[in-house]
């Protein structure tokens, strides 16, 4: 059974910076482009992040670049966003998920169950 299980979210000042952590099971990540997406009250999921499996790139909502950063822990079967010098608008639940093969970083097929960021003033 495939899952993924998101952690590490929070309550965090403007400025300051989280790492979010998602453990996969059930397949193995290595063999998967996988992201992040978030969602904040009232608006549309957006996705945040992505590591593509076939060209090693990595993809960043333009919003976030030289802030976030995704990696991969392969021993672990982990992925996770390093976010630094938070802004309010990044406050969401964040999301977790791996991407069909042959419509990397474009379709996801399995979603995690969302971890809370809040940024405060």
């Known amino acids: 059974e495939v899952q993924l299980v998101e952690s590490g979210g929070g309550l965090v000042q403007a400025g300051g910076s989280l790492r979010l952590s998602c453990a996969a099971s059930?397949?193995?990540?290595?063999?998967?482009?996988i992201g992040w997406f978030r969602q904040a009250p009232g608006k549309d999921r957006e996705g945040v992040s992505c590591l593509n499996k076939d060209d090693g790139l990595t993809y960043y909502l333009e919003s976030v670049k030289g802030r976030f950063t995704i990696s991969t822990d392969n021993a672990k079967n982990t992925v996770y966003l390093q976010m630094n010098s938070l802004k309010l608008e990044d406050t969401a639940v964040y999301y977790c998920a791996r991407f069909m093969v042959g419509a990397e970083c474009q379709s996801a097929d399995y979603w995690g169950q969302g971890t809370q960021v809040t940024v405060s003033s």
């Open positions: 059930g397949f193995t990540i290595d063999n998967y482009s």
